[in-house]
């Protein structure tokens, strides 16, 4: 199987559990395309996919957004880009992944630390964080799914909001890169068919939205946050003893 069909396939698959769940799918796009593409590439071009994945949930759900969460998280991510793009250095991968990967179980699953609803800046300091840390290692979007789940938003609202938060992340996110030197005509041809694909995966996704209950989403959406806690604290060991 050549490597366009392969993205394209994982493209539409990953938008299709994005669509469905809020997220999931960028994480595990971003895990495929690094197999083909050097960092330096594979962060804007997957920032460039992500932005119409994001911007395609919104179109289609867009009476679901939370305006005032995301005009938060948005100024919050102003900041966050700017302060990134000051920076040379690259976050290390690997003890980014075992701590986020353990930051993201403590929160989803026990009472002390779980993130409250009301705490002072809250979606403008999650907006800055997620943000900034975008730069560097390209999907953030399981570090922010526990607050949004914190919310009790209903599941569209919750798909809907996370969706237009990022379009933020990955919008300044490229602006950043472009504004670095990253070049995408060379990569136009197979980014539009991507793009295709995450518009078509993600109107399915959001007919699957529709199917299930709300118990049965909250269900799945913790499930999907603790199988990729788990993959990135793999990874982040894995690679460390690989060495």
Known sequence: ????????????????????????GGILLFAVMAQYFPLQILVPLHGLIQLGSNTSRVIYSYKS???GLTL???????????????????VPENFYKIGLGFFILIITFLNLPKPK????????????????LSLF???????????????KLKRETLVATKAACQIFIHLLKVITFFLLGFVVSPHLLLLSGMLI??????????IILHRISEKSFVWL??????????????QGFSNIFAK
């Open 1 to 24: 199987m050549s490597q366009t069909l392969i993205l394209l396939l994982t493209a539409l698959i990953t938008s299709i559990l994005s669509g469905a769940l809020g997220m999931g």
């Open 65 to 67: 957004v939370n305006r």
């Open 72 to 90: 938060q998280f948005a100024l919050g991510a102003l900041f966050g880009a700017a302060l990134g793009s000051q920076f040379v250095i690259q």
């Open 117 to 132: 609803k009301k705490f002072f800046l809250k979606w403008p300091i999650l907006g800055s964080i997620a943000t900034f």
């Open 137 to 151: 290692v390209g999907a953030t979007g399981p570090l922010l799914a526990p607050y949004y789940l914190s919310e």
């Open 197 to 206: 694909m995450v518009f078509i995966g993600n109107y399915l996704g959001k």
């Open 221 to 234: 959406f913790k499930v999907l946050i603790i199988l990729l806690s788990l993959r990135m604290i793999f």
